[in-house]
């Protein structure tokens, strides 16, 4: 195997070239599912679960979707049917506090 950048040959498999630290082989990453959004959501997260999806801004989906909706007529039937049709999306991950609580503390009173 040779590194695409330096063009040094490494016997074994390697991820990074030794010598000029070049990625070897792209991690596989997971594939995206269209799924409504937990976090982001107006009416059911139809919106916000395309935006997601496509990594576009919600808010251009919603005007997209509303003069879909508008003007063809057809946008607010695929938004019912969306709606019943896409699963949720894994519920948003609790962040853990990590530093001391910077709320003030009261003194006890007496």
């Keep these: 195997m040779f590194c695409p950048q330096c063009g040094k040959e490494h016997k074994e498999r390697?991820?990074?070239?030794?010598?000029?630290g070049t990625a070897l082989?792209?991690?596989?990453?997971?594939?995206?599912?269209?799924?409504?959004?937990f976090q982001d959501?107006?009416?059911?997260?139809?919106?916000?679960g395309f935006a997601e999806y496509f990594d576009l801004d919600?808010?251009?989906?919603?005007?997209?979707?509303?003069m879909a909706a508008l003007f063809l007529g057809w946008g607010f039937i695929?938004?019912?049917?969306?709606?019943?049709v896409?699963?949720?999306?894994?519920?948003?991950?609790?962040?853990?506090?990590?530093?001391p609580s910077t709320a003030p503390q009261l003194a006890p009173s007496h």
Excluded: D, H
């Design 58 to 66: 919600p808010t251009l989906i919603r005007l997209v979707w509303l």
């Design 86 to 99: 896409m699963p949720y999306g894994p519920p948003p991950q609790p962040v853990a506090a990590t530093g």
């Design 78 to 84: 695929a938004y019912i049917i969306a709606w019943i």
């Design 41 to 48: 959501k107006k009416i059911a997260g139809v919106c916000a």
């Design 14 to 20: 390697a991820n990074f070239c030794c010598n000029c």
């Design 25 to 37: 082989f792209t991690p596989v990453s997971a594939k995206k599912k269209l799924a409504r959004s």
